[in-house]
């Protein structure tokens, strides 16, 4: 008589640690064996996963479920591309409360997410919003954002209330996460480029040198050093912050380097290529600024990769400066990340499973139920068939948005099914999965401070 | 109507460039076409490799074919490890010419082997047979090996030979490759052992310490470096190597760096396990020395890998001091650097066919025919079954030793077929190759000194 | 007949090349020979030097004549402690123009100044000051400063002026200088401490935490760097702040560090033990980084050491928050780094006058008129008693201010003499100059852009 | 009533700590009070030292008292120079006992030397003198000197007796000292000089190329490391040999280097200038060598500097294949050091009596009694005249030797007295002191093994 729900049987199990040809059991919501050969017999049913891998669900630590995509969008199109958890930014703009905020992105995403999913807080006025951060903790948001750039749309905090910040998350053993570039010293040259006469699009990338994102890492890593405050630094587009984070490292400091695909393989021509579409902050850089971040993930001083999906209602031949910042990632990002790493040889697969899915998964407090497949595991895997070749197209993506900054790369190996809990969200590329099945995710980063 | 002899088709082929879905074309001894979907007809053969990857043959550039494995025996085991191409060590002992010891493994080998190889000349007694180095390199040998340690077995080159030696060598743009590891000392700390009479095994790895192996790693690369001649240093067994080898490169001094597999995942606790089948020069060492040789390779410090395959007559339980040093490793290598490596997640797929084929090709001068798939090339390929798991056994081996230091290892990953020059070798398990195809390699060095 | 105005016989001739037995002779204003034996009889005068060090004039880039020392009043206490040229802070608070601060000064300078000089221009309000900078540069001014910290006080320079000054600074090819200190998130510590109700002089140190200095440091070199800036980082108080020093002049940068004596030489037990008179910006810290600026300044790492001389009116007692910054340095800086640099083996003699004399005129385009003793050198120096021992007083000081941070210090090491242009201002303790003979330096930073 | 034999007044007093206006007071063979001020009343004699330096005696480990220069000569050229105490090197030819060797020189130089001294033994044959080393600890010799080089000669010991040598020191807590040259490969690289023609003047440097010094530094580094003994690297002369140092004292290892005057301000000029009589080895090197060795001794990775006091019978013109090695070194090196050192801003004052005073009677056990002016220490001192200007000369010299290798070199600063526990030896370059008052001096290094 069947004692498990399910089996995933003949394929290569890939977590942090290793590749194993395991089969899986799950039962109920979980993953209950992982053992050489299971008895077909005692699973109502078996999944055949010869020449496939079986990868834990990716755990997207970087979304924003607010533009063309909304909390069930979102859901379907990271389900689509192997994604089963995220943890979305909910910002909460000047005269918004914080757990206001927060309570309408929860409420939002129980009612219409296919998928589990956590919190970021993103403070846009840290001065009237400070005191709701204990209670933010007490709903499980351990982790706040704030801006040190886009000071003309009013987003920026200055280092007074940055340090505020930090001192105050610090106490309730949170995470502070910044967007690293120096906005004051990039709006003058953007002032001083409009003054010279230049186009939006040719001092887009030139008015946000490399260097003041390494600064602006520098100066975060240095204020948060000072509060005892754990870091995060999302979206890492370029060699030159690498310096500031191994230095951070080799001193003991707790903080965290994220990138995300598109830093890693795409370039200041797709900029041009794609114009507005490809209007992303920080901006897209050289090759060398590519080779550099896949070498800083391979030797561990970028700890994460995520998605930053936030895809925007624009065109490409848009005006490029009044155009909105985002693009859509989060369905192709295990796609292109294997593609590029796994097969282009940058990074190994266990790797790669370590900066999808166990890192981001253990940063945030989400591990071992998140983020790996064990004994005891959420049984929310992907199963990827490594041979499949094709191309990607913002035609058969399934995101609210139009474009994708991939358009026409040619890739081998894609997700063929995506499960959550046990239950199969999407499966040979059809959607099974329905709203009203997800849970919100608290996270702890308490662990962090030990 | 076919124009292809064979297609290779549904696999992933994996190269040191990147891994791809595509289809192998072979026509007469070379690969001829690389194509996502080559049309069955065109073939008079097709095999199926869905599922499976595809590898170039492997290119173990360190075998010893003169003990349990003569020239047919050691071709056998290691065609059926997935290795395609070997350059062995042809030493002559003192009042050998070395010409005549090279014409002589030549011969046999062109008489037994069933694999392509090429022979690096090994001199005991320089003295005497540097005149002949010349006549070497117009034969296609242009590798040239010495020991430093071994004085007691007379087979120890010193300081004033090693130096003349690699003058001459650098003459003709050769290589020098030396067994670093300072004999003299590791001689007196055998003597002090033994006068305080603790036991053969005991002292085995105490007399040899890491830093023994790494000066002498630092002489011969200083040495080299004063005469402008090439210098190769096989089987790094320590993390001190990696001191003078990285040092070396940062330099831009011509130093390349081996290490094997039983260094990379055996520890003395092998020895102590297996008494005297592990006794093996230099010694196996410790967990932190396997991580830091790990480390070398996946950042490139150590170039290749090899085998130093060297099966002798003897037992687990023989007398440890007066058994011979050796062990068989050319048929376990790949399985071994497979499962250890890629399963393990030390280094990425594209990264072990780099080490394993691609390097070693290059540096001696064989590549792009040996070590990469590629129009042209030779059609020299293992299919490779990334899921089958079975377990280490000297019973199943094809060596003529009756022993593995890998004994009961359980691994996934196994080679299903073996190819050279577009015929089958080994298939299933099963001996296909004969003998009387091989091919002498000259080698080629000379691009090292561009 | 005399040809000679003046003969300095005897005494040993220190420049930043070495030490030397060198008679001095000086004709009107200049140096003209430097021999081991001038014929008395050829000049007016012969000062007898036998046992004494013959220094040039020490220039001090970093003085601020405003406060208890007026023009007059710092030209005194100036060149009774052996310097003889100053770079005058000139800030324009807002409200006032650039150049008329700068012409004030200049004026000032020039009726009552006793001693050259000449003027950095400190920048309030960059936005509306900003373009009178050219103008500053055709009237010999070419550095330009502005405060990271102090907002409350408005002198706070945010990242966007900042900019803004290094690009117009850069493009006339002049040196931007600033007060490394983050000063937002200093506050938002004071405010912190002070509402925890913590005494302002047990937090005044504990709010200004080294990284803090370090992190200011680095955000300025990596706009300056951006803009393409020179840059001047005075008054380096941390051991922290060698490490983006080291890693700009290791990328070729072009930033230039100086430290002052209070720095090298006192901690914050100075700070505990003299109260609001101790009260300085950066504050005084620990042994540790005293011992690590010592190493810096031996090294390269710090190019200058001035005074930062700012005697305000205060008393130790007074209420240390409200109490004003500065310390009177002037007079003490070359016994106080002869003593504890020279005498305390920390530093060579030439390296004292590096730091002190050449390096300071170098980088301002004054050498080879000031900074050194050389044929054509204005006849600037300084008599130097190496072994006169006697304690440190405010009492004796020619200052305004009734207090000195080294009140008691005993040293070894005195100046008896300091000559300006061939005309003695004082000698042995006496005031011989007179105002009305200064000439105001136009400095020249051009050749930093070469 | 005079309760001091002298008084030493008012002089700068300089030690390893610093440089201080103090007054000497000595009792018998000690110094016994350091002041500001002793009353000249209190001593029977008052030494007028204004305008002097009064430095501790120079402790010169490295001299050779055998050849132009015998026991008693070398005394008579050493306190000339401001010497007042050697460690001379004892060798012991093949067939001579160790301890008969180091009695005859202890006994000949109670007899003949005017300056207290210790010995080094220095084994030509270990394997037959290695069982006198515990002998010789017990008489008051505790450091141990071989060859790397000089195979021809049958100096050289190979690395299986210099690992048995640094065996049974370690086991005494003594040191062993190595010349560190390959000298194997340097044979190597002559025999190949000799057949190709090259004048032995030409080929001498070239054959001893810097690497091939770093080399054995490396190697005997390594061994000691292996046998935990503490080891001695004389006469370092390239920066090539700072590297290895660098390595071992940031690994915490007992290595300690020192380099000679020679080696800080010759170079190979000197060499083709002066032909035989600058045949010295290792060979004088290039004006980089000399920066970085300066550099070394600033920054602490050489810490002591030593004459390799070794005057030869030979003529300029002198076959220089066949002219022995050596220069007379002792009489000069305090001079050479401190115009080119401390006169040409290399090094400050009380690093000079660091590196030549402090640190060598420290790393033997001699210091405080020798290398320091403190209470309690002996009263070996040298009153130093920093004006005198003089030029060297070998005819003005007191060693045996007809030359120098500084000939005509111009310095400035000059030895005006040395004096030995309390008895003045030279006093205005004329001799005073007389034999037969010298101590041997017992060694001590087992404060290196704690």
């Not at 490292?249 to 290529?273: D, F, H, I, K």
């Not at 991939?406 to 499960?419: C, D, F, Q, R, S």
């Not at 099945?437 to 702890?444: C, G």
Request: a negative charge.
């Amino acid at each position: 008589m069947p004692d498990l729900d399910l089996i995933i049987k003949g394929g290569l199990v890939v977590t942090g640690a290793g590749i194993s040809r395991l089969d899986v059991g799950v039962r109920g919501e979980q993953v209950t064996e992982l053992a050489p050969d299971l008895d077909p017999a005692r699973a109502a049913r078996v999944i055949d996963a010869a020449g496939k891998l079986v990868l834990p669900g990716v755990v997207d630590v970087h979304t924003h479920p607010v533009y063309l995509d909304d909390m069930g969008g979102i859901s379907v199109t990271a389900a689509h591309g192997g994604v089963t958890t995220m943890i979305h930014y909910a910002y909460a703009r000047p005269g918004m409360g914080l757990l206001d905020t927060l309570q309408r992105f929860r409420d939002d995403g129980l009612e219409h997410s296919l998928l589990d999913f956590a919190l970021h807080a993103g403070l846009f006025d840290v001065e009237h919003q400070l005191g709701e951060v204990p209670a933010a903790f007490k709903m499980g948001v351990t982790s706040f954002k704030v801006f040190m750039t886009y000071a003309k749309l009013k987003w920026m905090t200055d280092d007074y209330w940055m340090t505020a910040l930090m001192d105050v998350v610090a106490g309730e053993r949170g995470l502070v996460a910044v967007h690293a570039e120096n906005g004051l010293a990039t709006d003058y040259l953007e002032d001083k480029f409009l003054r010279e006469g230049r186009s939006a699009l040719e001092m887009f990338t030139a008015m946000r040198p490399d260097l003041l994102e390494a600064e602006a890492v520098n100066r975060a890593m240095s204020l948060a050093r000072v509060m005892g405050c754990a870091l995060y630094i999302p979206h890492n587009s370029a060699a030159a912050c690498l310096e500031p984070l191994r230095r951070a490292q080799a001193n003991g400091w707790r903080v965290y380097g994220e990138t995300c695909p598109q830093y890693l393989t795409l370039t200041e021509e797709t900029t041009a290529r794609l114009g507005a579409l490809a209007k992303i902050g920080p901006p897209l850089r050289t090759r060398a600024d590519n080779e550099a971040l896949w070498q800083g993930l391979a030797d561990g001083t970028l700890v994460t990769v995520a998605s930053d999906h936030a895809p925007k209602a624009k065109k490409a031949t848009d005006d490029f400066f009044e155009a909105p910042y985002g693009s859509p990632q989060v369905e192709t990002m295990l796609t292109v990340m294997y593609h590029a790493g796994v097969n282009g040889g940058k990074i190994s697969l266990p790797r790669l499973v370590q900066v999808m899915c166990e890192a981001p998964a253990r940063l945030f407090g989400l591990y071992p139920r998140k983020g790996t497949l064990a004994p005891g595991s959420d049984a929310d895997l992907v199963l990827w068939d490594p041979t499949r070749r094709h191309t990607i197209r913002a035609a058969t993506q399934h995101s609210g948005a139009d474009y994708t900054l991939y358009e026409g790369m040619e890739v081998t190996g894609a997700p063929v099914l995506t499960m959550q809990r046990g239950t199969i969200i999407v499966e040979e590329g059809r959607l099974v999965g329905k709203p009203g099945h997800a849970r919100f995710l608290a996270t702890d980063t308490g662990h962090l401070y030990v």
